[in-house]
């Protein structure tokens, strides 16, 4: 019996240790780490750390529709590289979701993680007045985060950290 449990363990020893590392496919994407990985099927912000290990997971919200975003006002989050190019403390902002409620202040939470995504200014990572919404398909293109945890991850990230949105499966 002994025998077998040293074999198992002698076998599944390399299976673990893939698991542990779900997110080394995507080192030699981010260059860099910390880097960040999104899923929009699952609905999951990894913060990954240079073994391809999280550090950190969030749960998140994201677009209405699936799929790329191409235009603006088409309520899809981006898809591909970029790169946080700014950390701005957004307590105060307002916006008006067009849900006939009007402006809605401190809409962005504590912090707005602006992404560098080619054509569109204000695609970022940020806080919510809704935590309900996390884990759902709720906004106009952004990655939603709890208050708590976009303030968590302020704290990790830096401008230049690599963020990874993958492609939705339906």
């Given at each position: 019996?002994?025998?077998?449990?040293?074999?198992?363990?002698?076998?599944?020893?390399?299976?673990?240790?893939?698991?542990?590392?779900?997110?080394?496919?995507?080192?030699?994407?981010?260059?860099?780490?910390?880097?960040?990985?999104?899923?929009?099927?699952?609905?999951?912000?990894?913060?990954?750390?240079?073994?391809?290990?999280?550090?950190?997971?969030?749960?998140?919200?994201?677009?209405?529709?699936?799929?790329?975003?191409?235009?603006?006002?088409?309520?899809?989050?981006?898809?591909?590289?970029?790169?946080?190019?700014?950390?701005?403390?957004?307590?105060?902002?307002?916006?008006?979701?067009?849900?006939?409620?009007?402006?809605?202040?401190?809409?962005?939470?504590?912090?707005?993680?602006?992404?560098d995504v080619p054509g569109f200014r204000d695609i970022g990572i940020h806080g919510t007045p809704?935590?309900?919404?996390?884990?759902?398909?709720?906004?106009?293109?952004?990655?939603?985060?709890?208050?708590?945890?976009?303030?968590?991850?302020?704290?990790?990230?830096?401008?230049?950290?690599?963020?990874?949105?993958?492609?939705?499966?339906?």
């Amino acid at each position: 019996m002994r025998k077998l449990v040293l074999a198992l363990a002698v076998l599944l020893a390399p299976l673990a240790a893939k698991a542990q590392a779900p997110y080394e496919k995507y080192l030699t994407m981010a260059g860099d780490a910390p880097f960040i990985v999104i899923s929009k099927t699952d609905f999951t912000l990894a913060l990954v750390d240079e073994k391809g290990e999280a550090i950190k997971e969030y749960g998140m919200s994201c677009a209405i529709n699936y799929g790329p975003k191409k235009v603006k006002g088409d309520h899809k989050t981006p898809e591909g590289i970029f790169k946080i190019n700014e950390l701005l403390n957004a307590k105060g902002l307002s916006h008006d979701f067009k849900d006939g409620k009007g402006p809605i202040k401190d809409a962005y939470g504590p912090w707005f993680l602006r992404l560098d995504v080619p054509g569109f200014r204000d695609i970022g990572i940020h806080g919510t007045p809704f935590p309900e919404s996390i884990g759902t398909r709720a906004t106009e293109g952004c990655i939603r985060l709890r208050n708590e945890d976009i303030t968590d991850l302020k704290q990790r990230v830096k401008v230049g950290t690599t963020v990874i949105i993958l492609p939705d499966t339906i």
